[in-house]
C-alpha cells in the first residue's frame, strides 16, 4: 500500500462512519499514540469511542481482563497478550473494533528471546482477532511510529473487506 498515514486515516474515518463502526485501542508500546493519531481527525467521536494505555502488567489486567496466567506464560510482548487485550477493549468497550499493541519500544528492555523493536499488533471484531508480529529496528520514537502505520495499515486492510 502506498497511501501515506494522511490518506489511510482519511480513508479509514471515511469507511467507519460509512459502516457505523466505533473502534476503541489498548496501547501498551504506543503509549497512546493511535489514540492520539484518531482523535487529530475532525469528527473522529463518530467512530472513536475510547483509548486505554496499559503500559504495566496490572493495567493490562484489571482494565482489559487480560489472563494473569497467560502474561505468566508468554509473557506481556506476546500474540497472546496481544489478542487478549484487543478483544478486552472490544469486549469492555462494546465497540465493533478492538485494536492493540505490546512490544518493546527500546532502547532498553530487550532480550535475545524478545529484541528491541518485536511488537504484536491485534485487531478484534466480533467475527475474528487477528494479530501480526512485527520486528522493527528505529529509535524508540521510530518503533512507535513504525507500530502506529503497521497499525493503520492493518486498520484498513481489516475493514476494507
Known amino acids: 500500500m502506498s497511501l501515506n498515514n494522511a ?17 476503541a485501542t489498548a496501547e501498551s508500546c504506543t503509549g497512546g499514540l493511535i489514540s492520539h493519531t484518531f482523535t487529530n481527525i475532525s469528527g473522529s467521536s463518530e467512530f472513536f469511542d475510547r483509548g486505554i494505555v496499559s503500559y504495566s ?54 532480550t535475545k528471546e524478545k529484541p528491541v523493536g518485536l511488537v504484536y499488533i491485534a485487531i478484534s471484531t466480533f467475527d475474528n482477532t487477528s494479530v501480526n508480529k512485527f520486528q522493527f529496528s528505529g529509535s524508540r520514537l521510530e518503533n512507535k511510529e513504525s507500530t502506529l502505520n503497521a497499525a493503520l495499515k492493518m486498520l484498513i486492510e481489516s475493514i476494507n473487506r
Open 7 to 23: 490518506e489511510i486515516l482519511d480513508k479509514i474515518s471515511i469507511i467507519l462512519k460509512d459502516k457505523s463502526l466505533m473502534i
Open 57 to 110: 502488567n496490572k493495567a493490562k489486567i484489571e482494565l482489559l481482563d487480560v489472563s494473569k496466567d497467560i502474561i505468566n506464560k508468554y509473557g506481556a510482548v506476546s500474540e497472546q497478550v496481544a489478542k487478549a487485550m484487543a478483544e478486552g477493549i472490544r469486549n469492555r468497550s462494546n465497540v465493533d473494533i478492538g485494536i492493540a499493541t505490546t512490544g518493546i519500544a527500546g532502547p532498553t528492555g530487550g
